[in-house]
Structure formats: structure tokens, C-alpha cells
């Protein structure tokens, strides 16, 4: 049964840092591109970024390219999003999944990031 558990969320100021990470069970890990998603308060969910089983190949939406870094650590079975820069706008609930992202089945439980002075 997959399992994906997320952390490292909380409050930061504009322009701070945080790391998220994403331990997973019930898969093999390294056989699975990953992403992360999020929501904001009473927005849909957002794909923000997503890396290849082997982490060789890694993609970003727009508005967190050059800000945000995707990576994985298969060893570990760990996924992580470091987050730079971070704006008000990227206040929102992170998830880490599996394709097909927009099942809930397939994403973790969430981590709170909020960005505010």
C-alpha cells in the first residue's frame, strides 16, 4: 500500500528558505517519477514540479522555475523540494505524489508552507 509523508512545512518570511521532504513505502521507489503539488487557501491543486525515477530529468511550472530545486534521494526513498525566495503567493498545502498526480490515493497527506511578515 503506498504510503507518502510529507514534511518540513511552517512559517517563514518573505524571501526565506525551507526544505520539504517526502519519505515513501509501498513502492519501488526509484521506478517512479514523483511531484510535488500544491493547493492555496481555496484554490484547485497546482502541479509544481516533477522528477524522473532515476532524478536525471526534473521540471518546474513557471512560477517557481529557478526558485524552487526538486530532487531524490532512491537510497532513502526520499523526495525533496527546496524552496528559495519564497513569496506570499507560495502560502499552500504540499503535497508529494505519484502519477496520476490529481488522485488523492496518490499524494500524501500535505504539508503547510506560509509565507508572511
Known amino acids: 500500500q503506498l504510503q507518502l509523508v510529507e514534511s518540513g512545512g511552517g512559517l517563514v518570511q518573505p524571501g526565506g528558505s525551507l526544505r520539504l521532504s517526502c519519505v515513501a513505502s509501498?513502492?519501488?521507489?526509484?521506478?517512479?517519477?514523483m511531484n510535488w503539488v500544491r493547493q492555496a487557501p481555496g484554490k484547485g491543486l497546482e502541479w509544481v514540479s516533477s522528477i524522473s525515477g532515476s532524478g536525471g530529468t526534473t521540471t518546474y511550472a513557471d512560477s517557481v522555475k529557478g526558485r524552487f530545486t526538486i530532487s531524490r534521494d532512491n537510497a532513502e526513498n526520499t523526495l525533496y523540494l527546496q524552496m528559495n525566495s519564497l513569496k506570499p503567493e507560495d502560502t499552500a498545502v504540499y503535497y508529494c505524489a505519484k502519477n496520476p498526480w490529481r488522485s488523492s490515493i496518490n499524494r500524501g497527506q500535505g504539508t503547510q508552507v506560509t509565507v508572511s511578515s
Open positions: 509501498g513502492l519501488i521507489f526509484s521506478a517512479y517519477g
